[in-house]
């Protein structure tokens, strides 16, 4: 069976902290995961993904490892390319069948391969699309956007979320009307799915008096089974996921995923899902892994006081982002105590348990402390811990995942000392 291949380059496997713990394919870019994305431009039976032996393991639903042969007649697409979603998905469908290979604006996107194919030859990443031998169909275009740098999961999301939402809306059934008792301002447009009768088991959609939604500079989806409560703001363009508790707060231009808390001021901000920020302080322009969980009064800094453009840490050096506006990307799993801030562009790695004041820019997985040089989270707390979480939300953690995380703590990286004067502002 002809399936779709979700490809990790080696690109893609330096987009840390969450190439840790997960595919790229696995990661939200806009309102949706890249991986379901894809399943809109290509909806074939299956669908697996090519990252390498590291994640094997990983243990998602719906996600799946390729292994073995790669049939003839299968897609293999970048995980970099973020397609946007098609506005008819029959259309679709139809280009699907005539093409043999896709570009996204200049760039060979996916290519059908002609030939059976071996999954152990995109172990190491090094492989290019242009190297695989493609059938005689014709080139189709996908609209959507590259993934360059993890930054740009960020730098994208305004158009993204005005692009997404639209269709989203368009599509969507069990609409309902936002309350008489909500303040609605602007005209970009508010969707509210109601939960009752959901056939994914949603609560029904709560939106308490005294809420603000102000669709002015972008519209606003709110998912079933979501819970805003009194004193919240939502500015669009926004996106909030299935069964998300909003607690009060100014939320702005945010894409927020499904099964998380929410409280304070979030900006520009994407929230995988099954994460906690349920308190006061800031965090903008940042990205929240899976069962990421804040303590109170964490904060982080997203614009420097000399204006300048933002460095940010990856395994390839420190790197001018050339964006004004970077928050923390927080790895799948950290935990952050009380009273935390984080400077502009922070990477807080997979696991990672850290308090005090103010940690350095770059912070390896699975450390734990107030300060460098910080101790190593045994691997078997770890995932204690991480059990102990995913119970309060109703999620087991399965032996295939557990195996998972041990072994990428075993390969975890470490983050080289980074001379002062290099993250010194400019």
């Known amino acids: 069976m002809t399936a779709l291949f979700l490809y990790d380059d080696r690109k893609a496997r330096t987009f840390e902290p969450f190439a840790t713990t997960r595919p790229i394919s696995e990661m939200v870019a806009g309102t949706m995961r890249i991986r379901d994305r894809w399943r809109l431009v290509a909806p074939l039976a299956e669908s697996r993904f090519l990252a390498g032996s590291r994640h094997e393991l990983f243990d998602e639903p719906g996600a799946q490892a390729g292994t ?202 994407i929230v995988l899902g099954h994460a906690n920020k349920g308190h006061d302080g800031f965090v903008g322009h940042s990205y929240l892994g899976r069962w990421v969980n804040l303590g109170a009064g964490t904060t982080t800094s997203n614009l420097k006081n000399t204006y300048g453009t933002v460095s940010f840490w990856t395994p390839d050096g420190l790197r001018d982002t050339g964006l004004q506006f970077l928050g923390t990307m927080f790895g799948d799993h950290v935990k952050t105590g009380i009273g935390l801030r984080l400077t502009t562009g922070t990477v807080l790695g997979a696991g990672a348990n850290v308090y005090g004041e103010m940690p350095p820019k770059v912070v390896a997985p699975f450390s734990w402390g107030d300060g460098p040089p910080y101790s190593l989270y045994r691997a078997d707390k770890f995932v204690q811990a991480a059990e102990r979480m995913m119970a309060r939300r109703h999620v087991g953690l399965t032996d295939r995942a557990r195996r998972h995380l041990t072994s990428v703590h075993a390969g975890r990286w470490i983050a080289a000392a980074t001379v002062e004067s290099e993250i010194r502002p400019k």
Not at 75 to 81: G, L, P, T, Y
Not at 167 to 196: C, M
Not at 212 to 228: E, Q, R, S, W, Y
């Open 68 to 269: 073995g042969v790669i049939p003839a007649g299968s897609i293999v697409a970048h995980a970099r390319c973020v397609p946007a979603i098609p506005p008819d998905r029959d259309v679709a469908v139809r280009r699907l069948a005539a093409c043999s290979m896709w570009r996204c604006g200049d760039r060979l996107a996916a290519v059908r391969i002609k030939d059976s194919l071996d999954a152990a030859a995109f172990d190491d990443g090094q492989l290019t699309l242009e190297q695989l031998y493609a059938g005689t169909g014709a080139v189709g275009a996908i609209e959507g956007w590259w993934l360059d740098e993890v930054w740009d999961f960020i730098r994208h999301l305004p158009d993204q979320l005005a692009s997404d939402i639209p269709r989203l809306a368009a599509a969507a059934k069990s609409t309902t009307r936002p309350p008489q008792h909500a303040a609605i301002l602007g005209d970009n447009g508010i969707t509210v799915i109601d939960g009752v009768g959901d056939s994914a088991g949603s609560a029904a959609t709560v939106i308490e008096p005294h809420v603000v939604l102000d669709a002015t500079a972008g519209p606003i989806f709110i998912n079933a089974g979501t819970h805003i409560r009194a004193f919240t703001r939502i500015t669009g363009p926004c996106y909030i996921g299935r069964d998300v508790s909003i607690m009060g707060g100014d939320i702005t231009g945010c894409s927020v995923g499904d099964v998380s808390k929410v409280r304070g001021e979030l900006s520009s901000t």
